[in-house]
């Protein structure tokens, strides 16, 4: 998403509540999700809240497992894993 005004801050919101949709589509219980994945519930609804800024640590770690950011490995390292994101979503 890009454009005139648009802010990463605004995207990943867009982004967010993109997968929240698709919780709500599908019937998958977010807090549910989040307990299987060893995730804080609060802070999973946060960061599909479009609350968080998700730049490090777990809001990091659950917006990427939520397909909202790109798991990108820190300078150095080997390339990230590809983790299962959204598992037991339906799309």
């Known amino acids: ?3 005139v005004g648009v802010t990463p ?3 990943l ?6 997968v929240r949709e698709r919780f709500a589509a599908s019937g998958t219980n977010i807090s549910e999700w989040a307990r299987v994945r060893g995730f ?6 946060s960061v599909l809240a479009g609350d968080r800024p998700c730049r490090r640590g777990e ?4 917006a990427v497992a939520l397909g909202i950011k790109e798991n990108v490995a ?3 390292t080997d390339a990230p894993s590809d983790n299962d994101r959204l598992e037991g979503v339906r799309a």
């Open 1 to 3: 998403m890009s454009g």
């Open 9 to 11: 801050a605004d995207s």
């Open 13 to 18: 919101r867009s982004r967010a509540h993109a």
């Open 40 to 45: 804080s519930i609060s802070l999973v609804q």
């Open 59 to 62: 809001s990091h770690r659950i």
């Open 74 to 76: 820190p300078p150095g």
